[in-house]
């Protein structure tokens, strides 16, 4: 597990994407600002992010875009995601 300085609080991003990985994305956002947001996938269809965010945020959005507006499931598979904080 990631270790975080004393102001900040773990959180892991866990993916699972269906077989047109290239088409998801998704970022991590305060009210005021992104906080996180990874470059495309490629051909990786199980990728897992640990981050270290501020502890003192107490509202954190996560949101995902399928660039083909077909999510990621059904007829490419079936994807889904996992979010774990640790406080």
């Not at 051909?43 to 502890?55: E, K, M, S, Y």
Request: charged share 15%; with cysteine.
């Amino acid at each position: 597990p990631i270790e975080c300085n004393s102001t900040d609080v773990a959180l892991l991003v866990s993916l699972m994407l269906d077989g047109n990985p290239e088409q998801t994305s998704w970022y991590l956002t305060t009210d005021d600002a992104v906080l996180f947001q990874p470059g495309e996938y490629g051909d990786d269809r199980t990728p897992l992010h640990q981050l270290c965010v501020p502890a003192s945020e107490s509202c954190l959005a996560f949101t995902v875009q399928d660039s083909a507006g077909d999510g990621f499931c059904c007829d490419s598979g079936n994807g889904q995601y996992s979010i774990w904080l640790d406080n």
